[in-house]
T-cell receptor
Framework: DTEVTQTPKHLVMGMTNKKSLKCEQH?????MYWYKQKAKKPPELMFV???????INESVPSRFSPECPNSSLLNLHLHALQPEDSALYLC????????????FGPGTRLTVT | EDQVTQSPEALRLQEGESSSLNCSYT??????LFWYRQDPGKGPEFLFT???AGEEKEKERLKATLTKKESFLHITAPKPEDSATYLC?????????????FGKGTRLHILP
């Protein structure tokens, strides 16, 4: 099974709201990722967790706050977002960091009003 | 700096018309080259990993090949359901924190 699940599928939020995106994998993968993808662009890396520790933060604004409660779960907490943050947010996981393919979830379509 | 360039940007084919997508890369030591398929509004679906020049992998109508400078995704007798964006990504030995670098993708449209 190579499934990564994400909830919710769609999210509409105002600029003053606080919401969270959730991601789960049961493949025993030790690396998990958050990507942001705009229309007709490739995924853009935001954060990487390796063995539940934050490994990479690609200079993401502090209004995005990642959390890895355990090796199977990854959250992305959102607050005070801007309309330009509207995008498809993708979670991925891989066996490890080096030379391993990433498996992506279906994504959360986020709209900030 | 590691780079990935995919061509063409978009490709329209008739059903059954075979073709190839190109992924040119510059990397200081290849750790892995990855092909993904992405349907609109969905997450990328993993297709292949290639590690060394000369390696080939196949899945149904798709075949991926690798040289020291580029990879090809060959599509044989495509069907309309093969329409999607195909993404190539590379990971280099010298990449900071083992990041993978994505190309901009090739949008493939198969006409029935």
């Amino acid at each position: 099974d190579t499934e990564v699940t994400q909830t919710p599928k769609h999210l509409v939020m105002g600029m003053t709201n606080k919401k969270s995106l959730k991601c789960e994998q049961h493949m025993g993968h030790r690396a998990m990722y958050w990507y942001k993808q705009k229309a007709k662009k490739p995924p853009e890396l935001m954060f990487v967790y390796s063995y539940e520790k934050l490994s990479i933060n690609e200079s993401v604004p502090s209004r995005f706050s990642p959390e890895c409660p355990n090796s199977s779960l990854l959250n992305l907490h959102l607050h005070a977002l801007q309309p330009e943050d509207s995008a498809l947010y993708l979670c991925a996981s891989s066996q490890g960091l080096a030379g391993n393919e990433q498996y992506f979830g279906p994504g959360t379509r986020l709209t900030v009003t | 700096e590691d780079q990935v360039t995919q061509s063409p940007e978009a490709l329209r084919l008739q059903e059954g018309e075979s073709s190839s997508l190109n992924c040119s890369y510059t990397v200081s030591g290849l750790r892995g080259l990855f092909w993904y398929r992405q349907d609109p509004g969905k997450g990328p679906e993993f297709l292949f990993t290639l590690y060394s020049a000369g390696e080939e992998k196949e899945k149904e109508r798709l075949k991926a090949t690798l040289t020291k400078k580029e990879s090809f995704l060959h599509i044989t007798a495509p069907k309309p359901e093969d329409s999607a964006t195909y993404l190539c990504a590379v990971q280099g030995v010298m990449n900071r924190d083992d990041k993978i670098i994505f190309g901009k993708g090739t949008r493939l449209h198969i006409l029935p």
